[in-house]
């Protein structure tokens, strides 16, 4: 059983340029969540996508976009990169019927801003 | 709205002694509380959760915790250290139930284990 998958796993920018991010969820799972984790603090949420709707979204500035298509796999968008959003970016997957609502997170992509 | 405090960004102990991580929530509504683990250059990896069944909670690889309404905590212990338990540990909440079920992360705790 496959767990969640990012690609890529490293990734350098340059400020101003954009960037696109992969995640595919755990086998069964219906709903994607981003987090952004700056080196040596937790993660932080930056939105949820559930019938390739934004759920929920925390407070990130509308340079971050997503997507969710119908495999239930989601990109992460980035616009107008700043050296600030050199960060792991974390994929977290769960199932929207399960009321543990645990999350289950892929090994992140590295994006460092130059 | 709900957040998480993790007392002591770092803890060092030996090889055989107590692990004591330290967790404080706060929440306005009863919430869903998480143990994960992070191995260096690695995603999360669930130890075990709390979600308003029984209050002490066994996780993987020997860890445990005890949710405390009263005290607003939910500290993980194992009761003796591997050196494979060096790695850094994050606290999260969740409230039951809401529309989406985001994590609110405390800032980790770093764990240092000394042969």
């Known amino acids: 059983d496959a767990g969640v998958t990012q690609s890529p796993t490293h990734l350098i920018k340059t400020r101003g340029q954009q960037v696109t991010l992969r995640c595919s969820p755990k086998s069964g799972h219906d709903t994607v969540s981003w987090y952004q984790q700056a080196l040596g603090q937790g993660p932080q949420f930056i939105f949820q996508?559930?019938?390739?709707?934004?759920?929920q979204r925390g407070n990130f500035p509308d340079r971050f976009s997503g997507h969710q298509f119908p495999n239930y796999s989601s990109e992460l968008n980035v616009n107008a990169l700043l050296l600030g959003d050199s960060a792991l970016y974390l994929c977290?997957?769960?199932?929207?019927?399960?009321?543990?609502?645990?999350?289950?997170f892929g090994p992140g992509t590295r994006l460092t801003v130059l | 709205a709900q957040s998480v405090t993790q007392l002591g960004s770092h803890v060092s102990v030996s090889e055989g002694a107590l692990v004591l991580l330290r967790c404080n929530y706060s929440?306005?509504?009863?919430?869903?509380l998480f143990w994960y683990v992070q191995y260096p250059n690695q995603g999360l990896q669930l130890l075990l959760k709390?979600?308003?069944?029984?209050?002490l909670v066994k996780g993987i690889n020997g860890f445990e915790a005890e949710f405390k309404k009263s005290e607003t905590s939910f500290h993980l212990t194992k009761p003796s250290a591997h050196m494979s338990d060096a790695a850094e540990y994050f606290c999260?909440?969740?409230?039951?139930?809401?529309?989406?079920?985001?994590?609110?992360f405390g800032g980790g705790t770093r764990v240092l284990v000394k042969p």
């Open positions: 709390y979600t308003s069944a029984a209050t």
């Open positions: 977290a997957s769960s199932f929207e019927r399960f009321s543990t609502d645990t999350q289950y």
């Open positions: 999260a909440v969740s409230l039951i139930k809401a529309a989406g079920n985001k994590l609110t």
């Open positions: 929440s306005s509504v009863p919430p869903y």
């Open positions: 996508y559930y019938e390739e709707e934004e759920r």
